[in-house]
Nanobody, 125 residues
Framework: QVQLVESGGGLVQAGGSLRLSCAAS????????MAWFRQAPGKEREFVAL????????LYADSVKGRFTISRDNAKNTVYLQIHSLKPEDTAVYYC??????????????????WGQGTQVTVSS
């Protein structure tokens, strides 16, 4: 079993940047497809980005393409989400998730086995 802990959220002005981190313990992350999701108040959890085990061929939601970059450092057992040009509509709790199947490009939350507790990102206009 893997435990995930997100960090790096905060309050930023529109146009600003953040880097979110997701640190894993318990098992090595190299076995998992990793993803970021977010959930705004009153809305369903939505897919943001995913990265495969080797760290290539990332997949992004259309709403974040060109602004968000997902990456991973398997040696550090950490996944990152670099966010630029933040918008008020990016305000949400951001979660990292691990898919133990280790392959595929799944965008539904139900496909992921392990979740962190989330980190709040608030963007002021």
């Amino acid at each position: 079993q893997v435990q995930l802990v997100e960090s790096g959220g905060g309050l930023v002005q529109a146009g600003g940047s953040l880097r979110l981190s997701c640190a894993a313990s318990g098992r090595t992350l190299s076995s998992y497809v990793m993803a970021w999701f977010r959930q705004a108040p009153g809305k369903e959890r939505e897919f943001v980005a995913l990265i495969n085990r080797s760290g290539d061929s990332p997949l992004y939601a259309d709403s974040v393409k060109g602004r968000f970059t997902i990456s991973r450092d398997n040696a550090k057992n950490t996944v990152y989400l670099q966010i630029h040009s933040l918008k008020p509509e990016d305000t949400a709790v951001y979660y990292c998730a691990a898919d133990s199947k280790g392959w595929g490009r799944r965008v539904l939350p139900a496909s992921y086995d392990y979740w962190g507790q989330g980190t709040q990102v608030t963007v002021s206009s």
